[in-house]
């Protein structure tokens, strides 16, 4: 058959392909497979652009899909340059083939990374890393002095007389080793398939293995027909097979994960209902009651917290009053504070006695707590008559006191050890009388210990300052405008502890 070589200027396509034979077919049949592999690797990486996927697995897709864009690109213009012999671009031929080299490693490295990453194991990871990029490493050494020796291969130049043409790339003496860095990775990669295969979905296993074992057969049926390029098949095809198929199985996981965070969301949100339910919220609480006003907040860090409030009447003449912190935070904090506001509550109205309600919860608590969670209280119980307020204090911030001509101070309470410490523990109470026009305060550490985006807290002093401007206004009023300071402190910075105040203004039994 009739040679036909082309220069730049003049180019019939057609004539060129009715002049083709079955070999230069399977090059059409090269060119328009790298298209589709190009689309499918441009699909990936626009699919895991989406925030459903963690950053490292969209770093996959970006890595693995850039290498075989440049990967095929390169075979592409190589095999078009040299099969319509335009001979203006010689120069690149080089520099292209060195790039369709390398990617090949380095696509084989990314994935074995990939695999390496979801097998699980921790003690092997370094050492087998390092492995992989030792192998990628001499592999590109190689290829680097392959450039200058043409040991893998050359471009030999045709002097036609009035012209140089080039021919196809023909292969170096130890172009056999090109391969053996990329084909050791793959022999890793089987060899941790086998050890993890437990670690892998099965439709994800079985798509790596044909990745693994494609390269193989490409390189047996290349030895039996060497005029079709069965390798670079091979790897447009198992390598989009195996990205669509790490794709599907991540969407799968990932819809899953969605669907269990849905369901997450939802049950949280009812905890933070269920919780909300267990504190005293309308206001005015006791509307019939003159004798004094009382109101109280808890913001809680996350959907729900391990702050709590609560205020009851232990008989007619009896105000029982609790504030209380939990540590951690979230929902096992959240649980906490439910059992111990009940049983707060429960032994408060049975003793009327603050430091007997204190010893019984914290019993209590002491028999049932393997996580070694504990609660520290403020609970108090105001004699309404006599404003006498016999009070004890498990470990919690001090309160803050307003007398009727005077402004609001920290009262240095006696502190005892909070409550899930030990069942031992004894409690002292100590007594208040408040007067009419008294204000009394109370707080978890939530809120001087409030943080701004430079890592300054809100500190004791600036509430105190806080309450001081608004101490003539009701316990609603005072609330409202600690909470505003504290806002306007912090400001953008996130809440990393719930907040949680409680204010109690005693106006005595004389009301008119």
């Known amino acids: 058959m009739e040679d036909y070589i082309y220069n730049d200027e003049s180019f019939d396509f057609w004539e060129y392909f009715l002049h083709t034979d079955l070999p230069r077919l399977s090059l059409y049949l090269t060119l328009f497979l790298i298209p589709i592999g190009i689309g499918a690797c441009i699909m990936c990486i626009s699919q895991t652009r989406n925030s459903l996927y963690p950053k490292n697995i969209r770093r996959f897709f970006l890595a693995v899909s850039a290498s075989v864009i440049i990967y095929l690109t390169s075979h592409f213009f190589r095999e078009v340059l040299i099969e ?7 120069v690149i031929l080089p520099v292209i083939s060195f790039a369709e080299f390398l ?12 695999i390496l990453a979801n097998t699980g194991a921790q003690k092997i990871k370094k050492p087998f890393l390092a492995l992989f990029s030792g192998l990628l490493g001499i592999n590109t050494l190689l290829l680097i002095v392959s450039q200058f020796t043409g040991m893998y291969y050359t471009f030999p130049v045709i002097d036609l007389g009035n012209e140089l043409i080039f021919t196809n790339f023909i292969q170096g ?16 990669d089987g060899i941790l398939l086998v050890i993890y295969r437990k670690s892998f979905n099965k439709k994800l296993l079985v798509a790596m293995w ?5 390269p193989a057969a490409a390189v047996g049926l290349k030895a039996a027909f060497p005029d079709y390029p069965f390798i670079m098949w091979a790897a447009v095809i198992v390598t989009t097979y195996l990205l669509m198929s790490i794709l ?11 669907a269990e965070f849905t369901r997450l969301d939802t049950e949280l949100a009812m905890a933070t209902r269920i919780q909300a339910d267990m504190l005293p919220s309308e206001f005015p609480a006791f509307p019939d009651r003159k004798e004094f006003d009382i109101y109280a907040s808890m913001t809680p860090a996350k959907e729900v917290g391990g702050d709590f409030y609560d205020f009851f009447m232990v008989d007619d003449d009896h105000l029982g009053m609790v504030i ?4 951690g935070k979230g929902v096992p904090a959240a649980l906490f504070m439910m059992s111990s506001k009940i049983l707060l509550h429960n032994y408060a109205l049975m003793t009327k006695d603050p430091k007997a309600a204190l010893e019984k919860t914290n019993y209590q608590i002491c028999q049932n707590n393997s996580e070694g969670m504990f609660v520290t209280v403020w609970l108090g119980i105001l004699d309404i008559k006599t404003g006498i307020l016999t009070a004890a204090n498990a470990g919690h911030e001090k309160p803050v006191l307003k007398e009727p001509d005077g402004s609001f101070e920290l009262y240095k309470d006696k502190h005892g050890l909070m409550v899930g410490y030990m069942d031992i523990v004894k409690y002292k109470t100590y007594e208040l009388t408040l007067k009419k026009g008294s204000k009394l305060f109370l707080y978890t550490d939530g809120v001087a210990e409030a943080t701004n985006a430079n890592n300054e807290l809100f500190g004791t002093n600036r509430m105190i300052e806080a309450l001081r401007s608004v101490e003539n206004g009701d316990p609603h009023e005072i609330l409202g405008g600690v909470r505003s300071a504290v806002d306007g402190f912090v400001k953008d910075a996130p809440q990393f502890d719930d907040l949680t105040m409680l204010c109690l203004e005693y106006k005595g039994t004389e009301v008119s």
């Open 103 to 114: 990617m090949s490693g380095v696509i084989v490295f990314i994935i074995s990374v990939f």
């Open 324 to 327: 209380a912190d939990v540590s």
């Open 173 to 188: 003496d130890l172009y056999f080793i090109s391969n053996i860095a990329p084909a050791a990775m793959l022999l890793l």
């Open 84 to 90: 319509f012999r335009w001979n203006s671009l010689r």
């Open 210 to 214: 044909v990745y693994i074992a494609a």
């Open 248 to 258: 599907r199985t991540k969407s799968e996981e990932y819809e899953k994960q969605k």
